[in-house]
Structure formats: C-alpha cells, structure tokens
C-alpha cells in the first residue's frame, strides 16, 4: 500500500462502524461503475445477437422441460 492509503485507511478505522460502512459501500460502488455499464452493453450485443438467430431459424431451441430434466440429472 502507498504510504497515502495507508493514512487513508488509518483515518477510516477511526470512523464509527455505521460512516465506515457508508464509506466502503460507496468506494465499491465507485469501481462497479464503469464495467457495469459495458457488462450491459455486452449482455445487451449477446441478447441482439440470440434474438436475431431466432428470428433468422438458425438458433437450436431446446424446450425448457429438457433443461429441466438435464439440470435434474447433473444435480441430483
């Protein structure tokens, strides 16, 4: 750790459990910023690109019932 972190997170352990709490949740939040959003923008490309083999006829469809049952059988 450099040595402005280290004062840092020396300061933060001398806050109350509840501003420590509030101080943690929102630096996780400051790095799941960014890469959710271009998470959602691939989940949003692969969604697009599902449907469109669907609509095109050259998606293999499998009905939820055989899911169903091969998730059965790998987890019994």
């Known amino acids: 750790m ?8 020396a ?3 001398e806050l109350s459990p509840e501003d420590r709490a509030r101080l943690a949740e ?8 960014e890469p959710q959003s ?3 923008a691939a989940w949003d490309r692969e969604i697009e690109r599902r449907v469109e083999q669907v609509r095109a006829g050259s998606a293999r ?3 939820a019932e055989d899911v169903h049952a ?7």
């Open 2 to 9: 450099s040595t402005s972190v280290e004062e840092l997170a």
């Open 11 to 13: 300061k933060a352990q």
């Open 26 to 33: 929102n630096l996780l939040a400051s790095l799941q910023d």
């Open 38 to 40: 271009e998470v959602e």
């Open 61 to 63: 469809l499998i009905p």
């Open 70 to 76: 091969d998730a059965r059988q790998i987890y019994r």
